[in-house]
């Protein structure tokens, strides 16, 4: 059978005050009606079955979002990495013999998914190795993975060399040299990715797993995500160019993107004299004469920020925190 792994334990901080620590971004409907986490999972609709894996903090708004679907808690929130091998290895338990579409629920997306994912499933089988959705970049971004492609099997690749994160000259020349953005989007049979996972920094985790011990495995796990511990490791990897239009909700600047207009305003807003500025509230705001500002308001919180800072929201998140 075909099971979608839909992951939905991140918190989302760079879109603050939206996203908060009890009401992180996959919960928000900043865009359309439903929730992301109700967009992937609707997006999943042709998958054999459904699980969401999170941590023990969000396993309630999971339920209560997405009733219909199975619910797999990890024992501590350890980035993807563990996550994924945790989730994988109780797959494979409840369901056997499958293979795995991994989503992520902070993505906007449009057009013909099923085609790209039921054609990632596919080389999973096929291949028995580890398959990763390409995206064409159109920026050279630093928050994504890069996916070198290598020998063509008629339609999928081999993927050369995968970079997590690389720092903005490298992305630049990657862009330059034609590589691929990580959607982050994966496809993966139990058997093969806890072979990759078993050669990686998640090890002492899949052996405490196979002994039955998931809640000591996580105490010997470090937190990485499975970018850094698996797709920048393994020999055995492919990748699935997208057919379908994608963008990673990320951080507040993600939002021109995808709203037109001399501002981007989500809610209600006035403006004079005011252009390039994102602007999000449940408040009525006005602007007037600034230009390329995130203006975000929720509840108690407001946050000003130049656009082209955007991605420092994280700063505000870990002083709060570090706060309480
Ligand atoms: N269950 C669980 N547990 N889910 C998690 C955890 C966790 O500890 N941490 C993050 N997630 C979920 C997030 O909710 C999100 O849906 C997905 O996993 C990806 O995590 P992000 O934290 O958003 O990753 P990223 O955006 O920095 O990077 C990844 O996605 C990029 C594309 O958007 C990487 O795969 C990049 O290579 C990729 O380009
Ligand atoms: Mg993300």
């Known amino acids: 059978p075909l099971v979608a792994l839909i992951m939905a334990g991140g918190t989302g901080t760079r879109l603050y005050p939206a996203s908060r620590s009890d009401r992180p971004k996959q919960f928000l409907s900043l865009l359309g009606d439903d929730s992301l986490l109700c967009e992937t999972v609707e997006r999943a609709g042709f998958a054999d079955e459904i699980f969401v894996c999170t941590g023990k903090e969000h396993a309630d708004l999971v339920r209560k979002h997405v009733p219909e679907v199975g619910v797999l808690v990890e024992p501590e929130p350890k980035d993807t990495g ?100 990580n959607a982050g989007l994966f496809a993966w049979t139990p058997s093969a990715f806890l072979r990759e996972a078993r050669d990686s920094p998640l090890s002492p985790l899949v052996s405490a797993l196979e002994d039955g011990a998931p809640t000591l495995g996580f105490d010997r796990v470090e937190s990485v995500s499975v970018d850094y511990a698996v797709m920048e490791r393994t020999n055995d990897a492919y990748v699935v160019p997208a057919k379908f239009e994608w963008d990673d909700l990320g951080s507040w600047d993600a939002l021109e993107r995808l709203v037109s207009g001399e501002n981007t305003v989500l809610g209600d807003a006035l403006t004079i004299d005011a252009t390039g500025n994102v602007v999000a509230s449940d408040k009525h705001v006005s602007l007037v004469g600034v230009d390329d500002l995130v203006v975000a308001s929720y509840d108690d919180r407001v946050l000003v920020v130049p656009k082209s800072d955007a991605q420092r929201v994280r700063e505000v998140v870990s002083k709060l925190r570090a706060e309480d």
């Open 82 to 181: 563990p996550a994924l091998a945790y989730a994988t290895h109780r797959i494979r338990e409840q369901v056997g013999d499958c293979v795995l579409l991994c989503l992520p629920s902070d993505h906007h997306i449009a057009g013909d998914f099923e085609t790209t994912a039921r054609r990632a499933a596919l080389v999973a089988v096929e291949t028995e190795g580890v398959v990763t959705v390409g995206i064409e970049p159109t920026r050279s971004a630093t928050g994504y993975g890069y996916i070198e492609p290598g020998a063509d099997y008629g339609g999928h690749f081999d993927v050369a060399q995968f970079r997590e994160k690389p720092d903005a000259g490298t992305a630049e020349q990657f862009v330059k040299d034609g590589f691929y953005w």
